[in-house]
């Protein structure tokens, strides 16, 4: 009877707090930060818990280089201090712009990156974008496997809210390379994204497909994603 109390009263009495920082700054012209970094506490039956995450990309466009060229540099990372668990990502690339669009190349982020994100758990958003890297081949990869990559990645804004992007990237540390695309559609009230990732690895191929769809109506909203991963 104590123990199924004690199992109530950690159902009902859990307090979960998590504090949150989004960055979208404004900056000298052609200078951007944009990303969020969140850290979250959960008590439990007088334990604790806590992790920890951070994805921020600071870059530079044509309008702040006086050219076509561009850079970005960014990181990814999450970590649980009791749990012991650290792992994290870097981002850097030289991007050219063209009227055709922008490429990039070094260690782009995937294409599919950009589009997808998995709904919040328990009210934060570190453990839908912990899985979602377990979803996108080419960060699990880098970011559990310990490899190290290179890549190229080229995107494509349309005139009516669509966009596109696609990436390669090369694992240097074993014959392994990927493939993204993604494209995505937001009007302000209706979003939707369809991507998929190409694996070529030793052991052979696969792929992993994700769609997503929401709408926005202010005060409410409602969305979905559904995701098939290959591995």
């Known amino acids: 009877m104590k123990q199924a109390a ?5 159902a009902v009495a859990a307090v979960f707090l998590s504090t949150g920082i989004s960055a979208a700054q404004s900056l000298p012209a052609g200078f951007t930060l944009k990303g969020r970094a969140q850290a979250d506490f959960l008590f439990d039956n007088g334990r604790s818990s806590d992790f920890q995450f951070l994805d921020l990309t600071f870059g530079a466009t044509p309008a702040a280089t006086g050219g076509p060229v561009g850079f970005e540099v960014g990181v990814k990372g999450f970590r649980g201090g009791k749990a012991d668990f650290s792992e994290s990502l870097i981002f850097a690339t030289v991007s050219y712009e063209t009227g055709f669009g922008k490429f990039s190349a070094g260690i782009p982020r995937p294409a599919t990156s950009d589009f ?4 919040r758990v328990a009210g934060t958003n570190i453990f839908g974008a912990l899985a979602g890297v377990g979803l996108t081949t080419t960060e699990g990869t880098a970011m559990f496997g310990n490899q190290n990559y290179v890549g190229v990645r080229y995107d494509y804004g ?3 809210g669509l966009k596109f992007a696609a ?3 090369d694992f240097t540390d074993s014959r392994t390379s990927t493939f993204a695309a993604a494209m995505g559609y937001d009007d302000g009230t209706y979003d939707a994204a369809f991507g998929l990732e190409y694996i070529d690895t030793t052991g052979g191929t696969d792929m992993t497909y994700s769609a997503r769809f929401g709408y926005d109506a202010g005060q409410w909203g409602a969305g979905g994603m559904f995701s098939e991963a290959g591995i």
């Open 158 to 160: 349309f005139a009516n």
């Open 6 to 10: 004690g199992a109530a009263a950690l």
């Open 167 to 169: 990436s390669y990237h």
């Open 116 to 119: 997808f994100e998995l709904p």
